[in-house]
């Protein structure tokens, strides 16, 4: 055997393994039960099964239903419920029979976009290589100022200028532009996503209008004017931080020729911070539709509202905590104890075995 084999065999056995079920098809029969679902409750406690009995509702929460079940990690059922967890980064819930997400299979996002989005980011690029050419980086941030920069019959000559120097600065010949061109199409394939997500948070700020209205009408109550300036301020917090992460993406594209030629590595710090926005809107979304559709001549609904949404904020950011920071510690908490319990249980089979 030549050491190129003997490295390669090392290599594999040394790789994790490969997740081979691309569905959460459950053996065990709690999982067939009709209308069957996990989700992660919004105070970020552990995972539940919620389970349809009727005028009954259970939702027995992750590791009991491993202990109860007698699930190991090393089964397929106790493999699919750790995938599962990994699977409620990326979307809202999960269902037996359901597909496994994408972004755990081989990366790319589970959820589409529009046309639109794909065209705001390869516009965005192409605005990029534009002020590459002049030693500058595009400040542009709203489509219709893009749409109309990208319109300009000068700045249309210097994008063909700055395609051919591009080309240049990737290794090719003077004109041979088809490197640049495919680069920018897989880019833009993965920051369409980003595009959608810097859409669908326009919405989230949008509630402190909200705020406003509900101050005006309820001026008299002091516990509701209290609670809504305590809200307006953790609610900044919580916008920063999404922006935050938009920046960080927005900063990688300025340096285009260095993405261009560092295409695949740019790809997965592309596809993380994807699905760090994601998982934020995930959050977001339900609590941003309430507010827009909120009666506000409802009083009760709206103190339970207020109340719900300064509890979702505080418990992430009074603490000086973040969405991010917070799922990280539940994360590794619970995967501390499910490996405590396999080892429970590994100690136990050895134990009988003697």
Same mark, same amino acid.
């Given at each position: 055997m030549t050491s190129e084999h003997k490295?390669? +065999?090392?290599?594999?056995?040394? !790789?994790?393994? @490969?997740?081979?079920?691309?569905?959460f098809d459950f053996e065990n029969k709690?999982?067939?039960?009709?209308? !069957? #679902?996990?989700?992660?409750?919004?105070?970020?406690?552990?995972?539940?099964?919620? @389970?349809?009995?009727?005028?009954?509702?259970?939702e027995p929460k992750f590791n009991n239903l491993m202990k109860t079940f007698n699930i190991g990690v090393d089964v397929h059922d106790g493999q699919l419920m750790v995938t599962f967890v990994e699977a409620l980064k990326f979307v809202e819930d999960v269902c037996p029979g359901d597909k496994v997400p994408n972004e755990i299979l081989d990366g790319t996002a589970s959820w589409t976009v529009l046309?639109?989005?794909? $065209?705001?980011?390869?516009?965005?690029? /192409?605005a990029q290589l534009i002020a590459w050419l002049a030693g500058e980086e595009s400040k542009i941030a709203s489509p219709e100022e893009l749409d109309k920069f990208l319109a300009e019959r000068e700045n249309r000559a210097k994008l063909r200028e700055a395609f051919n120097?591009?080309?240049?600065?990737? +290794?090719?010949? /003077?004109?041979?532009?088809?490197?640049?061109?495919? #680069?920018?199409?897989?880019?833009?394939?993965?920051?369409?996503?980003?595009e959608a997500l810097r859409e669908a948070f326009?919405?989230?700020?949008?509630?402190?209008? *909200?705020?406003?209205?509900?101050?005006?009408?309820?001026?008299?109550? $002091?516990?509701?004017?209290?609670?809504?300036? #305590?809200? *307006?301020y953790l609610l900044c917090k919580g916008v920063q931080e999404y922006q935050n992460i938009f920046l960080e993406l927005d900063g990688q594209a300025g340096e285009i020729i260095s993405t261009l030629k560092a295409i695949d590595s740019q790809i997965i710090l592309i596809r993380e911070k994807r699905d760090k926005l994601r998982y934020l809107q995930i959050k977001w979304t339900p609590l941003v539709r309430?507010?827009? /559709?909120? @009666?506000?001549n409802q009083g009760a609904r709206v103190r339970d509202l207020l109340g719900r949404t300064y509890r979702f904020l505080a418990t992430r950011f009074d603490t000086t905590q973040s969405l991010m920071k917070a799922r990280k510690e539940? /994360?590794?908490?619970?995967?501390?104890?499910i490996q405590k319990g396999q080892q429970e249980k590994n100690a136990q089979a050895r134990a009988k075995k003697k």
């Open positions: 490295e390669a +065999g090392a290599a594999e056995a040394n !790789a994790e393994p @490969v997740l081979r079920d691309t569905n709690v999982f067939k039960v009709p209308k !069957a #679902r996990f989700h992660k409750p919004d105070n970020f406690d552990e995972p539940v099964l919620v @389970v349809d009995l009727g005028d009954l509702q259970d046309p639109k989005h794909k $065209m705001l980011a390869k516009g965005r690029l /192409e120097k591009a080309a240049i600065a990737l +290794g090719s010949k /003077e004109g041979d532009t088809t490197a640049v061109l495919l #680069r920018l199409e897989l880019l833009a394939r993965e920051l369409c996503h980003v326009i919405a989230v700020p949008a509630i402190s209008r *909200r705020f406003n209205q509900v101050s005006e009408l309820y001026a008299g109550d $002091m516990r509701v004017k209290d609670t809504v300036e #305590r809200v *307006r309430e507010w827009s /559709e909120l @009666v506000l539940l /994360e590794d908490a619970q995967r501390a104890q």
